[in-house]
């Protein structure tokens, strides 16, 4: 390959003239009015004063403001709206006086500090050969006389030792962390006979409480007492639907509902967000988060959006009182696929 | 000293000044602190040296450092809100100011949260400046990569700090979502929520890492103060760690500097760092603190108290990450389900393991490769400290806007529904569009950037070859009319005429003077092919000769160049002719746009 690497470069040049052009060097420095003009330094100064001045009064202001304005005042201000004055007037005041430092600062640099550039030069980044050949030799130097290479029995002990000894880091850090799933991504709060309860009132619902077109969100009766009431919500939460039963095209969902009223896992398939935008015309399900749309009438399969599987469907019936319940746990995990899933 | 003792403005002021022995004669006796410290330190050496440091000026190379100063105030202000915030998710009713919320459970991270924003004095501020000073730290750091890449910065010696900042990026955006997530809020913790969902996808391990990392199911209680710590301790230490090492080798390497007259590889021109880089950075990092400042003052953001605490079931539409999340929210959205199988009885979740997991890095990596990829193409083992204007390195500004428009694409995705409510246009047509133009643009973005940028070379060649259009007419005594072109003067057309035209690589024979078949030639072959891609259509950059012919081409030239040359103001108008480059019947062959196509314009020095 490096046979190539001087082929690269300049346009080879013929004819007499140069192939390429001279650098002409650094243009002429032109003064700003106020090196020679007393009269503009003095004024460019008196701006550098006057912003820094600006500077320090907005510091009082904050200081003021700070002991002055109670925090619950709230005051409409045109453009923004109904807004915390306290936040305002801290936030302005302190901005301001922020500003003003930095301003003043560039102000005085380009008006009166030197503005004729300066040349520095370079140096290749490479180290000098005998520098590089003396860093060489010290580390075969040390490398040799620690004996490494020639005392196998070191050698080997040492890499052992120094393999080893991240192994229990490792093992604390994975052993400690969280427990083993086991089943807990394939088993929710839901189990037969537990009744279906408004979210987050936490009321049963009554069969004849359910008119067409309703919907429902749902949670298993009892999950409030669970002692681990988000981790349950997060995987019981269920949307009850009520279609014209006429609308369903798939046996089994109707099979698995009560008069076209059909109760699916609300926990997205794709990543676990809640389905929570429900179409009435087309009883479409929309999870807002990545817009994966699910068909209610087809057994809430995937029409759209980046999930796979369809939301599993809870089996559910009505007991004895006229209430909803479920007729049967979750047959399948819901939420989001994972490789244990099957 | 007095200001009244000359009346030459602050150049007389300087000259005024203590002269250097002056200051040494006076401070030679090594007292005071400085003397003490140095005593102790022997950094009399270095101090001067880094202050006498020159640094080129150019409003790009300020990119770089609003990224360094949004760093400070986010360390500052951060350390601030960990005096009141608690990293928990033990539960509280909250029965604090702010009264839609009273009565509520909630998390004490997210009640801590709202009582930074209701009941601390001055908290609100501090935790609005925070969260817009993490937007523009990371908005900054975008910006800065492509002033890097675009005008070559990245080229050796500098490939380690393009992977340092590269990683500096990726680690930007992961402690941003690490901190946004943080209050607990519901739009947060449905991030967090999707971030379970993306980790359990992981092949093999996905579930039993989600359990480790949140210590046992979603959300439990362990995940809060896990990413406190990643956020406050882990994350800052690595950014703070390689930041310092970012800039270290800024100086190291001393600062790039764009090409202009005076301007060379060997050199770099610029100001001192004392005073006036003190004042102008260290202005502008005032400057920086002090328009956050104001836009936290001003423009609410994250009004997590209107969110509500985090609860599994319900959700917000519209539910969007910060920005520089935007892009892998995006490729999530685009990514289709059929990714997704069934394998001897497991799932292999791809259609959310790719996107979430896989293209983050992927993207990051080839980023961080591509010096590294460009140096084996060009064969360049030279150092490179003159920067490229943008337009002369076709090749790779069409790559880089192609990787923009891909990007774009993805994060413009992240709002489809936001687009769809908008401009009331059905999400699934604004889906299908997004996944068709995320593979049509790239291509065509990279193929109409480098058309672009080489008819703004030409554009150059042409000005340098025939002078700027004075927009004076002049009629000669044939009766044509002709407008006079002025010839460009040196300095400006150093600018125009300084960098190198890069020639593809050409293969040498594949067999050697025995008669041998040589080895490695496919990779060779390769290397020709992309280095042709890169150089092959590449314009000239104009010659002195090419530039002499140009003006040589007529024939009653010759004496009127001498004139011209000497700066004779009038001309008589059969002398003008010599000057009318860009006359309507005056297309001779050395013309700019005479033949380019087929690379032999240029004149007599131009190669074949």
């Given amino acids: 390959m490096s046979e190539h690497g001087t082929e690269q470069g300049l346009v080879e040049g013929s004819g007499g003239a140069p192939d390429r052009f001279t650098n002409p060097g650094l243009p002429p420095h032109v003064p700003r009015s106020a090196d020679l003009d007393e009269r503009a330094a003095r004024r460019a100064e008196r701006q550098v004063a006057t912003l820094f001045s600006v500077s320090m009064l907005a510091t009082v202001v904050f200081l003021v403001a700070y002991f002055a304005i109670d925090q619950k005042t709230y005051q409409f201000i045109p453009g923004i709206g109904l807004a915390s004055l306290s936040n305002i007037v801290l936030g302005v005041s302190l901005g301001v006086s922020l500003l003003c430092i930095g301003l003043g600062a560039v102000h005085w640099a380009k008006t009166l500090m030197p503005d004729t550039e300066v040349i520095e030069d370079r140096h290749p980044q490479r180290s000098s050969d005998e520098a590089r050949q003396d860093a060489v030799e010290t580390i075969v130097a040390g490398g040799s006389a620690s004996q490494l290479g020639r005392r196998p029995l070191i050698k080997y002990t040492l890499g052992g030792a120094l393999g080893l000894f991240a192994i229990p880091l490792l093992v604390q850090l994975t052993g400690s962390l969280g ?12 189990r037969r006979g537990m009744r279906l309860m408004r979210d987050p009132e936490m009321t049963p619902i009554k069969l004849s409480d359910v008119t067409l077109g309703s919907v429902f969100h749902v949670m298993p009766e009892g999950i409030d007492k669970s002692p681990h009431v988000l981790e349950e919500k997060a995987k019981a939460a269920v949307i009850l639907i009520s279609l014209p039963p006429d609308a369903i095209q798939v046996p089994k969902e109707s099979a698995w509902g009560v008069d076209g009223i059909v109760a699916y896992s609300k926990i997205c398939t794709h990543v676990g967000c809640p389905v929570g935008l429900y179409e009435h015309r087309t009883h479409h399900l ?13 057994d809430a399969e995937v029409i759209f959006g980046p999930a796979h599987r369809p939301l599993p469907q809870l089996k559910i019936t009505v007991d004895a009182d006229g209430y909803l319940i479920a ?10 696929s994972y490789w244990e899933r099957g | 000293m007095s200001p009244q003792s000359t009346p030459k403005g602050a150049e007389g002021l300087r000259a005024d000044d203590l002269t250097l022995e002056e200051v040494a004669a006076s401070k030679s006796r090594g007292g005071g602190l400085a003397g003490w410290l140095d005593d102790r330190t022997s950094a009399a050496k270095p101090t001067s040296y880094l202050l006498k440091k020159v640094f080129p000026d150019h409003w790009s190379f300020m990119l770089g450092e609003i990224a360094m100063f949004s760093l400070i105030i986010l360390l500052v202000t951060g350390t601030f809100l960990t005096f009141w915030f608690v990293p928990s998710s033990g539960k509280v009713i909250y029965n604090g100011s702010y009264v839609p919320l009273k009565g509520i ?14 009941d601390v004095r001055g908290g609100l501020i501090m935790r609005q400046i925070h969260h817009w000073s993490a937007l523009l730290f990371t908005v900054s750091i975008t910006v800065h990569m492509f002033r890097v890449f675009f005008t070559g910065a990245f080229r050796k010696p500098r490939e380690i700090n393009w992977v340092i900042g590269t990683i500096l990026s990726l680690l930007a955006i992961n402690e941003g979502f690490t901190g946004y997530s943080l209050p607990d809020d519901l739009l947060s913790g449905t991030g967090i929520r999707a971030a379970e969902g993306f980790i359990q996808s992981v092949p093999v391990l996905g579930s039993y890492m989600a359990f480790f990392l949140f210590g046992g199911a979603f959300p439990g209680e362990a995940i809060i103060p896990r990413l406190f710590t990643v956020h406050v301790l882990l994350l800052p230490a690595v950014i703070i760690g390689l930041f310092t090492a970012h800039i270290v080798l800024v100086a190291v390497h001393k600062h790039t500097q764009y090409p ?13 760092f004392m005073p006036v880089y003190m004042a102008k950075a260290g202005g502008f990092f005032f400057i920086v603190f002090g328009i956050t400042t104001l836009m936290a003052a001003l423009v609410t953001i994250n009004p997590i108290w209107l969110y509500g605490p985090y609860d599994p079931s319900p959700v917000t539409a519209g539910s969007q990450p910060d920005w520089y999340m935007g892009f892998a929210d995006g490729a999530l959205r685009l990514f289709p389900g059929f990714f997704e199988f069934n394998i001897f009885g497991h799932t292999l979740s791809l259609n959310v393991f790719i996107p979430s997991l896989i293209v983050m890095p992927l993207l990051y990596s080839i980023a961080g490769a591509y010096p590294f990829i460009e140096s084996w193409v060009t064969g360049d083992k030279r150092e490179h400290h003159l920067l490229d204007r943008p337009r002369n390195a076709p090749t790779r500004t069409g790559l880089g806007v192609m990787a923009i428009s891909f990007y774009l694409i993805l994060f413009l995705a992240a709002g489809n529904d936001l687009i769809a409510i908008k401009l009331g246009l059905s999400i699934n047509d604004i889906t299908q569009t997004f996944r068709i133009l995320l593979l049509v643009i790239p291509p065509l973005a990279y193929w109409v950037t480098k058309r672009i940028c080489m008819s703004l070379q030409r554009r150059d060649h042409d000005l340098v070859l025939h002078g700027r259009e004075s927009g004076r007419v002049v009629r ?5 009319f002709f407008e006079v072109h002025e010839p460009l003067p040196e300095h400006q057309r150093w600018a125009l005429v300084q960098h190198e035209t890069l020639t593809p690589l050409k293969l040498t024979a594949t067999v050697d003077a025995q008669g041998v078949r040589r080895k490695s030639t496919r990779r060779e072959r390769l290397r020709a092919k992309v280095s042709s891609f890169y ?4 314009v000239q ?18 004496a009127l160049e001498t004139e011209q040359d000497s700066g004779a103001p009038h001309l008589s108008a059969e002398e003008w002719v010599g000057q009318l480059h860009g006359g309507a019947d005056e297309r001779p062959e050395t013309d700019a746009y005479a033949s380019h196509e087929d690379g032999t314009e240029g004149g007599p020095t131009s190669p074949s």
């Fill in chain 2, 105 to 118: 459970p909630m998390s004490e991270a997210f009640k801590s949260t709202v009582d930074i924003s209701f």
């Fill in chain 2, 476 to 480: 000669t005594a044939e009766g044509s």
């Fill in chain 2, 535 to 538: 150089f092959a259509d590449g």
């Fill in chain 1, 286 to 298: 929309l999870c807002p988060c990545h817009q994966s749309t699910f068909d209610v009438t087809r």
């Fill in chain 1, 179 to 190: 427990p083993l799933p086991k089943a807990d991504l394939s088993t929710t709060f839901w």
């Fill in chain 2, 541 to 558: 950059t104009v010659s002195p000769a090419e530039l002499a012919a140009a003006h040589h081409d007529g024939s009653a030239r010759e």
């Fill in chain 2, 260 to 272: 202009g007259p005076g301007k060379t590889n060997e050199n770099v021109i610029g100001y001192p």
């Fill in chain 1, 327 to 336: 007729a049967a746990p979750f047959l399948q995990p819901v939420g989001p």
